[in-house]
């Protein structure tokens, strides 16, 4: 990373950012206000995304939070005061927000969410922009924005492509919260693991990616379902041929074949 970045990295508030092993680690560090998001907060998440997205060292991403709460969702305190300013700028501020979740979900690297506490409202926005999820049994999740007369609105998008029409209302009409394997059940969670194994888990599923798995083939991947589920049959089926097509020629396929019918493990690391 150039000079410039390391600075602006050293000088954020809430947000850490660091790579080991080619896994990035951004850390929500918010704790004593139970990592709840403020403008702030978003403008340096999106730095870190951006910082982690272009690290060559990095080639998967957790998202993470210090304290026992992964994130309470929104500041009230800052809405409350939005609440005395224009249209134009609760829009600026909502969109700001809206960014962030459309950066997460469509990044061109995996992101896992280890979830060591509650997520709630935006919080649990967060959990579902991003890829996989782990979470302690002892975590709640929930998105309880009507039961304060607001709107679960920007993750709406993304938790109808996640669990469907049926399960997302059940989740945004009643703002119930829920527990982590209940949240498993609703497809929110993907793995469930002690608080004494979470660190351990994680790291060791980020790195089984990054051995195991193309980069590139993940990327094109990951872009590929975010771009299906709005397409028409015939132009979806016309997009993956080409994408088939495309990936035969690639130096990741041509090495990975290569090395299946050699019968050599491939790590993608090198």
Known sequence: ???????????????????????????????????????????????????????????VIVLRAAGNVFCAGADLAYIQELQGFGYTDNLADSTHLMQLFHQIYTLNKVVIAQVQGHALAGGCGLVTVCDFAFAVPE?????????????????????????????????????????????QEFGLVNFLTSAVELDEQVQQFARRLCVENSAQSM????????????????????YVAQLNAEARSSLDCRRGIAAFLNREKINWEN
């Open 1 to 59: 990373m150039d000079n410039m970045l390391i600075e602006e990295l050293e000088a954020l508030r809430y947000i850490q950012y660091e790579c080991h092993d080619a896994i990035g680690y951004i850390t929500l560090n918010r704790p004593e206000k139970r990592n709840a998001l403020s403008a702030e907060m978003v403008t340096e998440l999106k730095l870190a995304f951006d910082t982690a997205e272009e690290d060559e060292n990095c080639k």
């Open 139 to 183: 975590a709640k999740l929930g998105y309880t924005e009507v039961k304060i007369g607001f709107l679960p609105a920007i993750v709406s998008v993304f938790l109808l492509r996640k669990v469907g029409e049926s399960r997302a209302k059940q989740l945004l009409l009643t703002g119930d919260v829920i527990s982590a394997p209940r949240a």
């Open 219 to 238: 990327e094109v991947t990951k872009e590929m379902l975010a771009r299906l589920p709005e397409m028409p049959l015939e132009d979806s089926l016309r």
